[in-house]
Nanobody, 122 residues
Framework: QVQLVESGGGLVQAGGSLKLSCAAS????????MSWNRQAPGKERELVAA???????YYADSVKGRFTIHRDNAKNTVYLQMNSLKPEDTAVYHC????????????????WGQGTQVTVSS
């Protein structure tokens, strides 16, 4: 049974930083591409960052230069370091996994975590 468990969300002031973690189990983690996605109330789900099994990364324009995704295959964990946070970054953040190459389409991910809330105050 595949499980993805996010942690690290919270309330932060604009300009601050947070680091999200996603611990995976029940899968051969090193063979999966991983992504971080977010959804704010009334908005569509947005993939913000992805990383291939080999460490190639992708970032949405909205977070490029501020967010960093990386993975530790020894710990079966993917991280999202978020700096220079803005109120518009407020959302529930979910990690997701898929086999093969990463996709920039959230619908192509097979497994999802429950999410962690990130709130950025102005």
């Amino acid at each position: 049974q595949v499980q993805l468990v996010e942690s690290g969300g919270g309330l932060v002031q604009a300009g601050g930083s947070l680091k999200l973690s996603c611990a995976a189990s029940g899968l051969t983690f090193g063979s999966y591409a991983m992504s971080w996605n977010r959804q704010a109330p009334g908005k569509e789900r947005e993939l913000v960052a992805a990383i291939s099994s080999g460490g190639i990364t992708y970032y949405a324009d909205s977070v490029k230069g501020r967010f960093t995704i990386h993975r530790d295959n020894a710990k079966n964990t993917v991280y999202l370091q978020m700096n220079s946070l803005k109120p518009e970054d407020t959302a529930v953040y979910h990690c997701a996994a898929r086999t093969g190459r990463y996709s920039t389409n959230p619908d192509r991910y097979d497994y999802w975590g429950q999410g962690t809330q990130v709130t950025v105050s102005s």
